[in-house]
């Protein structure tokens, strides 16, 4: 194992260079949003902004008591109109320095292809050459590239504050800025495109950021797709083409001597929007059947679009032009069945082969839009002609066709340019889109089937079963050759048994791939996966077809959450992969073992070490047991925005897995804010899926080449640290007087609650003001409001500190595990990055809210004092004089915006204390309420994260 050098990539050194460069650039949108808001809101607002803005500023440059009572007697002085403007403004800051960092950086990364040298660390170019220097060979290469299967899953977990139209405005903003930063202007042009960016952000203030209502399922599901029509139909083939044009780059002695290769389609994408029904009323077979409609609906209006493009560019005329015999005599039979193509014009492209066959592709595609008018308005005639595409194989044949076409007379990289970009959609997205996780609590099976095995006289007292005596019955009624018909239950279980029956449906009416993984939350047991099985063989997802054939339609990813729960794991999976009957029905999937492992409950659970390290365990035991049964395995990583919800950058995390338990294939999910962070615009989403997939197949080296192992000094140092970590954590959060009143008055968890992000309820059990009811979105969302963020850090510098205890040789020790084991270099990296979003001078301010303020001092002094050793323990076993010194553009940003957070924070505490004041009348405290919403939108947009 080689020593990590804390040297800084080379964007961080184009980001230094240039800083400057970029600060101005925030001046002029800073400059104009000022314009705007004297112009919009008026000249009392404007200065109203601009003495906080420049006092506050102040502050942070010089601590100034007498400043700061000047600065907070003003605030109180404010009307609620007044405070809703001013924080409309900070919120819009926060949003217009989001894009331009993020137009700052990709004009960096521009700057690096342009030059022609070395890349960042990260890109496929960095990465191939390091295989190369390895001893890789392209033909080792090659079936790692064969085993790849890299699958963001977007949720719609209700962290997202932004709306989906202020997106799209940010999105125009960006593509402006682009124009201004990389495309060379004339004045005149230049000052014509400041004055469009002048306008959208007009149109930006005159646009409300905040929700007037709560969003529907549906209204989720759409805020989903945006992204797929927004940048990723783009991203993904620009992807593709990054990687194979590496291969060649770094490859090319090989390539030359007559080696071939070829990258198969392994980006997929998974999503549990409309699928995840755990907690959330509001997901139902309904609406689930809405949400595949409008994935293939989204998809099939692209491919259609494409088709059309393609047609304008594969031109070619006969007889100046040859074209395969295959698609001579594909294109005469198409004629036959598809004449109403030209029904109009029957002699439209006659002589030009490629647009007929292009026209007729079209005239199917439209067709399946008509099949989907059929659901999408059943009150309308059907229109469908019978001439749609059965599924995407039939779409991905005809294009084929054409691209071998064009390869074998000569068109090689006509070819290989926007049909194969098309190629790729269709590979990657099917007719599906995406693949549709259902999710669902354990409990609500086990009540379910009960009810089944009751009424259909199987089983009277299934739920007084024991465990044993569960598995033996699920195990025998999963080998009987038939069942009996599912029964119409009467209670709220029958909307459990409608999913089931609606997957077996929609396999065969819209794509076999259109369902991913059925995970189970809350898996305790083995029978907990058996009862699901259990339940589609009723449905007819499994069981034996009529050629006597055995056969499974759904994979079952048992979801392990708490820190007990990863403690089960190994029992739970040895019970089920020592079962024959789960074993053949495992294999009829297709052999892959998915398992789920829950980042953010267990870190609620047990704090940040203690859910790093068990996950640690977990993943080494289920690699251990896949192989030893000889189960293919794929990890699903339930990872949240933000660090105490498993959060951070994706190659990082990807890279800090157990050396040897990630074989080619990882899925992960997106939720929240990350995903208009990193799918917002075109240019991000190819960046982030570059550097996710380059992660990917650097943790998966171990398939072609020999790895070295962690040392097991570094395994016992570690289990030493989390138990201390754990019991600290523990300690303040379950032991601590008065802790969880603190939480709920600190924090705006409530408040939180009332804003229309998201359609699942922020808690398991309404008015249950428990830390176990409380979702783990929500805590680590109402933490980072209050500049605690406590669940990403705390007990980390008590484990330092109580493990080194001043040894200069243990200190030693833990340098080295920094420089030389990624899953450590990670967790303080992490924890840098949390460390630094903390301020526990505003912490202490929101500490003052709690109704005992004897008690809730105590309680900050705990926090406040673990956050100062921490901060002290780490930058210790780190050796760096101040917090993200090797992040030098993260840091330079976070300090960015400090001085714009710190009023929107003291806006936050002034607010709550309005609203929460009993004294007052309803109406009087309801006034207050939409700016204290406000706040929290703008703190999330400044900080850059929420849950």
Known sequence: MTDYQPVLSTVDKLSLLSDKELRQHVRFLGHILGEVIDERAGREVYETVERLRKGFINLRKDDNAGLRTELLGFLNTLDETTLREVIRAFSMYFSLLNTAEEAFNYHNRMTQLRNGGDLWEGSYLDTLRQFKQAGVSLAQLQPLLDSLVYMPVFTAHPTESKRRTVMEILRRIFLLDEQL?????????????????????????????????????????????????????????????????????????????????????????????????????????????????????????????????????????????????????????????YAGAFRAKPDRFLNEPYRRKLYMMRHRLEDNLRLLQQYFRPDLEPTALGLAYANEDELLADLNLIYDSLVENGDRELAGAELNDLIRLVETFGFYLYHLDIRQESTRHSETLAEVLAATDLEQDYLQLDEAGRQQLLTDLLSHSSLPALPTLDSDNQEVLNVFTLMRRLHSEVSSKAFGSYVISMTHEASHILEVLTLARFAGLCGVDENGDSFCHVRVAPLFETIEDLGHIEPVMSSLLENPVYRRLLSDSGNLQEVMLGYSDSCKDGGILASGWNLFHAQKKITRLTQQHEVECRMFHGRGGTIGRGGGPTHDAILSQPMGTV?????????????????????????????????????????????????????????????????????????????????????????????????????????????????????????????????????????????????????????????????????????????????????????????????????????????????????????????????????????????????????????????????????????????????????????????
Not at 193 to 221: C, F, G, M, N, Y
Not at 305 to 332: G, N
Not at 921 to 932: G, I, N, T
Request: hydrophobic residues 35%.
């Open 663 to 947: 074989h080619g294939q990882i899925k992960f999910t997106e939720q929240g804010e990350v995903l208009s962070f990193k799918y917002g615009n075109v240019e991000t989403a190819a960046y982030e899926l570059g550097m996710g997939v380059s992660g990917l197949m650097k943790a998966s080296r171990s398939l072609v080449t020999e790895i070295g192992q962690v040392e097991p000094a570094y395994l016992d140092i570690m289990h030493k640290l989390t138990q201390t970590g754990e019991a600290s954590y523990r300690k303040l959060t379950e032991n601590t007087p008065g802790f969880l009143d603190y939480f709920y008055e600190v924090c705006p968890v409530t408040e939180i609650g009332m804003m229309n992000i998201g359609s699942r309820p922020s808690h398991r059990k309404p008015g249950d003001r428990s830390k176990s009811s409380v979702r783990a979105i929500g805590w680590v969302f109402s933490w980072a409001q209050s500049r605690h963020t406590l669940p990403a850090w705390y007990g980390i510098g008590s484990a330092l500190e109580a493990w080194h205890q001043g040894d200069e040789d243990k200190i030693a020790i833990l340098r080295q595990m920094v420089r030389q084991w990624p899953f450590f270099r990670a967790l303080l990296s992490n924890t840098q990055m949390s460390l630094s979003k903390a301020d526990m001078s505003i912490a202490r301010r929101y500490a003052a809210l709690c109704e005992d303020a004897f008690q809730g001092q105590q309680v900050f002094e705990l926090i406040a004092a673990e956050y100062h050793k921490t901060v002290k323990q780490v930058l210790l076993v780190v050796e760096a004089d101040s917090l993200l010194a090797e992040l030098p553009s993260l840091k330079s940003s976070l300090r960015r915006r400090e001085p714009y957070l710190d009023p929107i924070n003291y806006m936050q505490i002034l607010l709550l204390q309005r609203y929460r004041d009993s004294a007052q009348s309803e109406d009087d405290r309801q006034r207050w309420l939409d700016p204290l919403l406000r706040t929290i939108s703008a703190i999330s947009a400044g900080m850059r994260n929420t849950g």
């Open 181 to 337: 930063t990389n495309e060379p202007l004339t004045a005149f042009d230049e000052e014509r495109t400041r004055k469009e960016i002048k306008r959208q952000i007009q149109l930006l203030w005159s646009t409300d950021e905040v929700r007037a209502i709560k969003p529907t399922v549906r209204d989720e599901i759409k805020n989903g797709l945006y992204y797929f029509n927004v940048s990723l139909f783009d991203a993904v083939p620009r992807t593709y083409r990054n990687l194979e044009n590496a291969i060649r780059r770094v490859y090319s002695d090989e390539i030359e001597a007559g080696q071939a290769f070829k990258v198969p389609g392994f980006v997929k994408f998974g999503s549990w929007i409309g699928g995840d029904r755990d907690g959330n009323p509001f997901v139902t077979a309904e609406t689930t059947e809405m949400a595949i409609q409008l994935q293939k609906r989204t998809v099939i209006r692209r491919y259609l679009e494409d088709v059309t493009k393609l047609s304008y560019i594969l031109t070619h005329s006969q007889p100046l032009c040859w074209i395969s015999d295959a698609l001579a005599e594909d294109i005469a039979e198409s004629e036959k069945r």
